[in-house]
């Protein structure tokens, strides 16, 4: 068993909109399909601690607002595990997304599109990544972006895990989302 004892922490700027249609740029992309498993497991509190599986790599982060109120900045501290580490923890919780997330370009931004399977299938998110507050500010959504859920609770990844699209479906209405058809890439 390996274990890699590599750590991180960063802080992470970014948007996240509903998809109003599938952008094209994921047409070309192969996407990386993620299994989260959030934690604590009650399902009335918003977890802050994840587990992921992102291809073969395994990781523990824990993901804190950078400022209370603000959900467009979170301080994220990553630490590397194995499989059996990852396994292992994976078995204590149902709290579980399973999403396929492509790594695009749009509009000259870095993006990640992410699109729901499973119990949340028809849900597309994309997120922008800024590597400042000004170019945070500069920004203009793309014509693929629907409603800016930054701030919308509801739409957290802890928050979402344990749900189908029918529990959240109310307030996607109210933000007037339309589920997107996923394509049929295969996953990476």
């Known amino acids: 068993m390996t274990t890699s004892s590599s750590a991180s922490t960063e802080l992470e700027i970014e948007l996240t909109f509903l998809a109003s249609s599938m952008p094209v740029e994921v047409d070309?992309?192969?996407?990386?399909?993620?299994?989260?498993?959030?934690?604590?497991?009650?399902?009335?509190?918003?977890?802050r601690v994840r587990l992921r599986q992102k291809g073969d790599s395994y990781e523990f982060t824990k993901k804190t607002p950078a400022q209370e109120g603000d959900a467009?900045?979170?301080?994220?501290?990553t630490v590397a595990l194995s499989t059996s580490e990852f396994t292992d923890l994976a078995a204590s919780s149902s709290r579980r997304i399973e999403k396929d997330r492509y790594f695009v370009e749009i509009d000259g931004y870095a993006a990640e599109v992410d699109v729901f399977r499973g119990a949340l299938e028809g849900l597309v998110l994309i997120d922008f990544e800024f590597d400042s507050h000004e170019q945070l500010r500069e920004?203009?959504?793309?014509?693929?972006?629907?409603?800016?859920?930054?701030?919308?609770d509801f739409i957290a990844g802890g928050l979402l895990a344990g749900r189908h699209y029918s529990d959240i479906q109310p307030e996607l209405q109210r933000l007037g989302y339309e589920p997107v058809a996923a394509n049929d890439n295969p996953t990476g």
């Open 72 to 77: 467009s900045q979170h301080v994220e501290q």
């Open 28 to 47: 070309s992309a192969q996407p990386k399909r993620l299994v989260d498993v959030y934690f604590p497991v009650d399902m009335s509190t918003h977890p």
């Open 139 to 152: 920004f203009v959504a793309p014509g693929c972006c629907g409603a800016n859920v930054t701030q919308e």
